[in-house]
């Protein structure tokens, strides 16, 4: 296994339209987490799985972000009705099966809202 | 007030020198972890070190030593004789049993950006 992937590296979308990225987590990995890092900033945490089940949710930014992990393997984040504001770097990882274990990033996804 | 608190934005030494980057961390729970990571200019976050709130000990790791200490709640940690190589953005972060369930949720600082001049 050779890492966190996340598809795609680079999304370029207008204000207004929706965007979905996807995150496949290391295979053996239950739990799956959800970042958003803006320049100059850590990364700051949206959501987490644990397989399938999302057990926190209630940091994402607003109603227009949502994320799936539907079979427990790979995760889906979605923004709908994207503003300007969401231009960011969306950063997926996955650890085992409790969170005080060290996580392991992907390269993330750079959104640019136009 | 922030959870983590990493005082030093950017940190410029020459090569071979020591440097430590400080981590003050906040938190009402007794069981928590704490972490650090790095982040090269390639962006892919590396993590580095983690520790929990019941062993203070000391680590060291080749050039890299951590130094954990409750009383003053701060996780430092000190890159001896620096490299070019260890240029990057490192993150201090706490990982406290505050979301559903008592889930662990981390809290990353806004991170020190090291250069290292050759």
């Known amino acids: 296994d050779t890492g966190v992937s996340q598809n795609p590296r680079h999304k370029i979308t207008k204000r207004g339209q929706n965007v979905t990225f996807r995150c496949d987590p290391i295979?053996?990995?239950?739990?799956l987490y959800w970042y958003r890092q803006t320049l100059g900033q850590g990364p700051e945490f949206l959501t987490y799985?644990?397989?399938?089940?999302?057990?926190?949710k209630s940091r994402l930014l607003s109603d227009r972000f949502s994320a799936e992990r539907p079979k427990g393997s790979f995760s889906t984040l979605e923004i709908q009705r994207t503003e300007q504001g969401d231009s960011a770097m969306y950063l997926c990882?996955?650890?085992?099966?409790?969170?005080?274990?060290?996580?392991?990033f992907g390269p993330g996804t750079r959104l640019t809202v136009t | 007030a922030q959870k983590v608190t990493q005082a030093q934005t950017e940190i410029s030494v020459v090569e071979k020198e020591d440097v430590t980057l400080d981590c003050v961390y906040e938190?009402?729970?007794?069981?928590?972890?704490l972490f650090w990571y790095k982040q090269p200019p390639s962006g892919e976050l590396v993590f580095l070190i983690r520790?929990?709130?019941?062993?203070?000990q000391n680590e060291i790791s080749g050039r890299y030593s951590w130094n954990f200490q409750k009383s003053t709640s701060s996780f430092n940690f000190t890159i001896t004789a620096s490299q070019v190589v260890d240029s990057a953005v490192y993150f201090c972060?706490?990982?406290?049993?505050?979301?559903?369930?008592?889930?662990?949720?981390?809290?990353f600082g806004r991170g020190t950006s090291l250069i290292v001049h050759p």
């Open positions: 799985f644990q397989n399938e089940a999302q057990l926190e």
């Open positions: 520790r929990n709130s019941f062993d203070e």
């Open positions: 938190t009402r729970d007794t069981t928590y972890y």
């Open positions: 990882a996955s650890s085992l099966a409790a969170g005080e274990y060290e996580q392991y």
């Open positions: 972060a706490l990982s406290e049993g505050l979301g559903a369930g008592g889930s662990y949720i981390p809290t």
């Open positions: 295979s053996e990995h239950n739990r």
